[in-house]
């Protein structure tokens, strides 16, 4: 299948700041990309949908001015998590959309993120 | 209503056993189905697709059935590397909405 990376796999940081991840596509271009969340338990939540060169697609309820996410090119899509607070402390999964006869999507290995 | 619906289980089956879960989703202009597996604190890797015609890949089996609006994952001679969380994703509008069920917890005992 293909492959997605995401960087960083882990990341603490305190209360107020702001963390980057990335997602890329590395065998494959993908127009479309998304990233959700999951909290322990839970099933995973569609946060926004992003496509390269245009403005992501948030969900009902996801803040799009604390969530920033750039599509800049084919292979990589970026979410920024500003003035991060303890409640989103989570795992966030981005998967990209591989046009293909099954249409399906392929997911990154997850980011964990823990804000103190 | 929730858009899709699965039992969280868990499921706990001996070894060799036959398996079955399903998947309910509401709103029947959903187009494309899958069945996820997630192991704990990992990402969901696709185990197959789902159609109407039925799609088997060794062990597994999956079935779309529109008319009752589920689809379902059948798993033969269950080993226990198959203990998982199994998620069924379905997806409308092409993309535009993306839904994941809770997911179905398989325990497979020896």
């Known amino acids: 299948g293909a492959v997605v990376s995401q960087h960083p796999s882990r990341v603490i940081c305190k209360s107020g700041t702001s963390v980057k991840i990335e997602c890329r596509s590395l065998?494959?271009?993908?127009?479309?990309m998304f990233w959700y969340r999951q909290f322990p338990k839970q099933s995973l939540m569609l946060m926004a949908t992003?496509?390269?060169?245009?403005?992501?697609?948030?969900e009902q309820g996801v803040e799009k001015d604390k969530f920033l996410i750039n599509h800049a090119s084919l292979t990589l899509s970026t979410l920024t998590v500003t003035s991060a607070h303890p409640e989103d402390s989570s795992f966030y999964i981005c998967s990209a959309r591989v046009a293909t006869s099954t249409d399906t999507q392929y997911f990154g290995p997850g980011t964990r993120l823990t804000v103190l | 209503r929730k858009e899709v619906e699965q039992d969280p289980g868990p499921f706990n089956v001996p070894e060799g056993a036959t398996v079955a879960f399903n998947c309910t989703y509401s709103n029947s202009a959903s187009q494309s189905f899958f069945w996820y597996r997630q192991d704990c604190r990992k990402e969901p890797k696709l185990l197959m697709s789902v159609y109407s015609s039925g799609n088997e890949d060794g062990r597994f089996t999956a079935q779309l059935n529109r008319a009752s609006q589920y689809i379902s994952l059948l798993i033969r001679d269950s080993k226990l590397s198959d203990s998982a969380t199994y998620l069924c994703v379905v997806i409308r509008g092409g993309y535009q909405k993306v839904t994941f069920g809770i997911g179905t917890k398989l325990q497979v005992i020896p």
């Open positions: 065998d494959f271009q993908a127009t479309t």
């Open positions: 992003s496509n390269e060169g245009s403005k992501a697609t948030y």
